[in-house]
């Protein structure tokens, strides 16, 4: 991983246009029941893919994030109160939607005492409720450490249990105030069923300053911590506000970065420039 300043996204990077029936037809339902998703928030690259396909990653507790990561476009502030309702619309657009596999995420919520975990749960059993077939990814933030709150979640019918440690730990402090790496291979490791009936799974983003070897050490720290899935993608960054674009990756180092996390043991690899936490997150838990 060198260290050449980007400054123009190279072709490999060029997305569709949002558009089409199935992507109306998602909009349309998450406008109706007042949801929010991370693919619009967090501006993500592969929403016309996912929304014509009828596929969408639902983020709860509002759209207000109490910390201030350098690289994410989620707004930051003083959140509002917790829809004790919110569950059942997201079960209601899963039945909807017709969804086979959903992701489950949130901003972070450090103002709240277990993290949201319980609203998490709540909603994992709205939607096994109305879709009992329907397989559920949650991805969760660190909850501070707390793992008794990872507990609630993963009490709850979760197929996979996902949480992101985003970047090598020498950038944290840079990138991701306000969280640690050691936790979070810790809420990770406490999430591990050792039958596999349910999977945990974490993602990582390229091109913010990190080198080659201490991407391998992360890589291996998420297997000594029982992580299953991995995913690799390239940071892009979404305005002038958050942290800058060190450099564009090649997806050869993507294919060889996954043929290294094979090695490794990861049951799946998604590893790509356009990858991110949810892409292709039907085909991981098969």
């Not at 997201?90 to 959903?102: E, F, I, K, M, P």
Request: with cysteine.
């Amino acid at each position: 991983m060198s260290t050449a300043v980007a400054r123009r996204h190279p072709p490999w990077l060029k997305v569709r246009v949002p558009g089409g029936p199935g992507f109306a037809e998602t909009r349309g339902i998450v406008r109706e029941l007042a949801l929010h998703t991370v693919c619009e928030e967090a501006q993500c690259p592969n929403m016309a893919e996912c929304w014509a396909h009828k596929t969408a990653t639902f983020m709860l507790l509002g759209d207000t994030c109490t910390r201030n990561c350098a690289f994410c476009a989620v707004a930051h502030g003083r959140p509002l109160a917790v829809d004790p309702h919110e569950p059942t619309r997201v079960g209601d657009a899963v039945r909807r939607l017709g969804l086979a596999h959903v992701v489950v995420t949130s901003v972070n919520r450090d103002d709240l005492g277990d993290g949201g975990a319980a609203h998490f749960a709540a909603t994992v059993v709205a939607i096994k409720e109305r879709t009992p077939a329907t397989r559920i990814e949650v991805l969760v933030p660190d909850f501070q450490g707390d793992l008794e709150a990872v507990r609630t979640v993963v009490e709850a019918p979760v197929d996979v249990f996902n949480h992101n440690v985003e970047t090598v730990p020498r950038l944290y402090r840079r990138v991701r105030p306000g969280a640690q790496y050691r936790r979070s291979l810790d809420v990770l490791a406490a999430a591990v069923d050792t039958s596999k009936r349910r999977l945990t799974k974490a993602g990582l983003m390229v091109g913010v300053g990190e080198t080659w070897a201490e991407v391998m050490e992360v890589l291996r720290d998420l297997r000594s911590a029982g992580c299953d899935i991995v995913t690799i993608g390239q940071y892009l960054r979404p305005s002038g506000n958050q942290v800058a674009v060190d450099r564009y990756v090649h997806p050869d180092e993507f294919s060889a970065v996954r043929h290294e996390a094979l090695a490794l043991g990861f049951r799946h690899v998604e590893s790509g420039p356009l990858v991110r936490s949810s892409y292709h997150a039907w085909a991981h838990s098969g």
